[in-house]
Structures are given as structure tokens and as C-alpha cells.
């Protein structure tokens, strides 16, 4: 079982930035890879990014390249996500989930089973 609890999200500026944390619960942290999703207002989850377990590999959806950064810091159980250069269609509510894998795994929403509670984030213009 993990519990995952996210913070750190609100209201900022278009072109501001955000580090959005996720505190994951339990000792088997650092084998699980983590990932961030976001759900825009009246639309789908979406996957946003992942990292495996050890951080070696990393992978993001195409909205957020080259301007979201995801990490973790497995002494701390936490994975980040830093979010620059943000843009209002980024307003949505940001989720952590968690893999049983270590490496990456489905960017699907269907298969993942931990997830936290959100964190909204919104982007004025």
C-alpha cells in the first residue's frame, strides 16, 4: 500500500513557474517509478511525466517538454515536479501516481492504482 500526498500547487502568472511535490508513504519508495498527471478543467486525466525509480529514465508528454522537469529524492520519499514558463492551458489539477515497476512504464491513467488526492493549479493570463 502507498499513500501518496501532493502540494505545492496555485495561483501564478502566465509565464511563472511552480514546483509541485508529491510525499509518497512506505519503505518500498525507491523501487516504485512515479508519475505526474493533470486533469484541465471538464477534460480527462492526462499523463504528464515519469520517472523510473532510480531516475535514469525520465519521459514527458509533448505539452510540458522542455519546460517541466520531473525528479525525486528517494532519502526523502518525494518526486517533484518543476513547471516553468507556465501557460493557462496548464491550469488543471496535477496528480502523482505510482508504478510497482521500476522503469517506466503506461502513460495510461487505467493502470495505476496509487494515486493522491491533487493539487490544483491554475494560470492566469
Known amino acids: 500500500q502507498v499513500q501518496l500526498v501532493e502540494s505545492g500547487g496555485g495561483l501564478v502568472q502566465a509565464g511563472g513557474s511552480l514546483r509541485l511535490s508529491c510525499a509518497a508513504s512506505?519503505?518500498?519508495?525507491?523501487?516504485?517509478?512515479m508519475v505526474w498527471f493533470r486533469q484541465p478543467p471538464g477534460k480527462e486525466r492526462e499523463f504528464v511525466a515519469a520517472?523510473?525509480?532510480?531516475?535514469?529514465?525520465?519521459y514527458y508528454a509533448d505539452s510540458g517538454k522542455g519546460r517541466f522537469t520531473i525528479s525525486r529524492d528517494n532519502a526523502k520519499n518525494t518526486v517533484y515536479l518543476q513547471m516553468n514558463s507556465l501557460k493557462p492551458e496548464d491550469t488543471a489539477v496535477y496528480y502523482c501516481a505510482a508504478d510497482t515497476k521500476c522503469g517506466l512504464g503506461s502513460t495510461s491513467v487505467y493502470d495505476y492504482d496509487y494515486w493522491g488526492q491533487g493539487t490544483q493549479v491554475t494560470v492566469s493570463s
Open positions: 512506505g519503505r518500498t519508495f525507491s523501487s516504485y517509478a
Open positions: 520517472i523510473s525509480c532510480k531516475s535514469i529514465s525520465r
